[in-house]
């Protein structure tokens, strides 16, 4: 996956170490000036990852779709340990 695929105007997805114990990768979401503004990690009641805001946030539509593109291309980076 190219850097590209994973860019956005607005918005900076970066990788956050994995925790000791954990399966799944998570992704903190910053405005481009590094404000924190949520996460990206799996839900497992939903068998997907998510986007859960960490406060009051306003986004515009192409903001939204950035998110939902990054989840897309990212969703099979699940890493399964049972296998």
């Known amino acids: 996956m190219s ?46 990852y998510c986007y859960e805001t960490y406060d009051y946030i306003v986004m515009a539509k192409s903001c939204l779709l950035d998110i939902c593109r990054f989840i897309e291309i990212h969703k099979e980076d699940r890493i399964c340990l049972e296998r």
């Open 3 to 48: 850097d590209e695929e994973t860019q956005s105007k607005y918005l900076d997805f970066v990788e956050m170490p994995m925790k000791k114990g954990f399966k799944t990768k998570v992704w903190s979401v910053n405005n481009k000036q590094g404000q924190l503004l949520g996460s990206i990690k799996w839900y497992a009641p939903w068998r997907q």
